[in-house]
């Protein structure tokens, strides 16, 4: 089963990075505010992207790497992905 990891940009500018099977449920739920604690108290304006990994663990690894990026980095790869 595929896993994604995605990125949100949130209203105040700063970027979720978060790992999911289901992309677009998981954006409805943090759009709800019934997603992650930190998009409750900053909530999404969009998905950057969703980059997707063969299994969990593949996925928590890209996560954990793509969350020590700099916000600007987190940016050029959401746009790299929407263009590839």
Not at 6 to 21: F, M, N, Q, R
Not at 64 to 75: A, D, F, G, Q
Request: proline share 4%; with cysteine; charged share 25%.
């Amino acid at each position: 089963m595929a896993w994604f990891v995605y990125l949100i940009e949130c209203k105040d500018g700063s970027i979720y990075t978060g790992i999911a099977v289901d992309v677009a449920a998981r954006y409805a739920a943090h759009v709800s505010g019934k997603g992650a604690r930190y998009t409750r108290s900053h909530p999404p304006r969009r998905l950057l992207a969703a980059i997707e990994y063969a299994d969990r663990s593949a996925a928590s690894k890209a996560e954990y790497r793509i969350k020590r990026l700099s916000p600007l980095e987190k940016r050029a790869l959401g746009r790299q992905q929407a263009a590839g």
